[in-house]
T-cell receptor, first 110, second 112 residues
Framework: GQNIDQPTEMTATEGAIVQINCTYQ??????LFWYQQHAGEAPTFLSY????GLEEKGRFSSFLSRSKGYSYLLLKELQMKDSASYLC???????????FGKGTTLSVSS | DTEVTQTPKHLVMGMTNKKSLKCEQH?????MYWYKQKAKKPPELMFV???????INESVPSRFSPECPNSSLLNLHLHALQPEDSALYLC???????????FGPGTRLLVL
């Protein structure tokens, strides 16, 4: 079976940095995606990693280690609006759809 | 522009009704997807269309029937649904089945 693990909940304060981890054991690997989803809204694409290393996009960065089956999403300078669910998703092979982890609910307080 | 639109935003239907959900994108994407998402759960894939052909059907009950009339449109026809089918139905599209998927706002469905 396919397994994607993320922490269920995390809390942080405004201005802080938070790292959301994702580990996966899947039958194949053709890319890892991070999405942000606010309650009642659709997922919004944040980042994509297919090679090892760090991808940076403004306040958000994502890291991948394929040998360890591990990724993290790093959020800097947290803002209240960053309170949301963060979904890690793996594409098993090219041409197939995504398999999502259960998501991490991040609560940012002032 | 990465906009995927879905109508209606909300839908309430009885178990004997027939209704359709619609999804549209004008980004020239050739792959389109239907996902189902229950509260506090991740999206689960239902169907994938690639170049207007159904390429993946994740063993979804026949009371859900997808249709892809052209490369910009994707429908999901609903018939004889059950209360447990109540969920957020998300449409997504991507340039091809290899590329990043962009999601529409979803249709929140309630089956009574």
């Amino acid at each position: 079976g396919q397994n994607i693990d993320q922490p269920t909940e995390m809390t942080a304060t405004e201005g802080a940095i938070v790292q959301i981890n994702c580990t996966y054991q899947t039958s194949g690997f053709n890319g890892l995606f991070w999405y942000q989803q606010h309650a009642g809204e659709a997922p919004t694409f944040l980042s994509y990693n297919v090679l090892d290393g760090l991808e940076e996009k403004g306040r958000f960065s994502s890291f991948l280690s394929r040998s360890k089956g591990y990724s993290y999403l790093l959020l800097k300078e947290l803002q209240m609006k960053d309170s949301a669910s963060y979904l890690c998703a793996v594409r098993i092979q090219a041409g197939t759809a995504l398999i999502f982890g259960k998501g991490t609910t991040l609560s940012v307080s002032s | 522009d990465t906009e995927v639109t879905q109508t209606p935003k909300h839908l309430v239907m009885g178990m004997t009704n027939k209704k359709s959900l619609k999804c549209e994108q004008h980004m020239g994407h050739r792959a389109m997807y239907w996902y189902k998402q229950k509260a506090k759960k991740p999206p689960e894939l239902m169907f994938v269309y690639s170049y207007e052909k159904l390429s993946i059907n994740e063993s979804v009950p026949s009371r859900f029937s997808p249709e892809c009339p052209n490369s910009s449109l994707l429908n999901l026809h609903l018939h004889a649904l059950q209360p447990e089918d109540s969920a957020l139905y998300l449409c997504a599209s991507s340039q091809s089945a290899r590329e990043t998927q962009y999601f529409g706002p979803g249709t929140r469905l309630l089956v009574l």
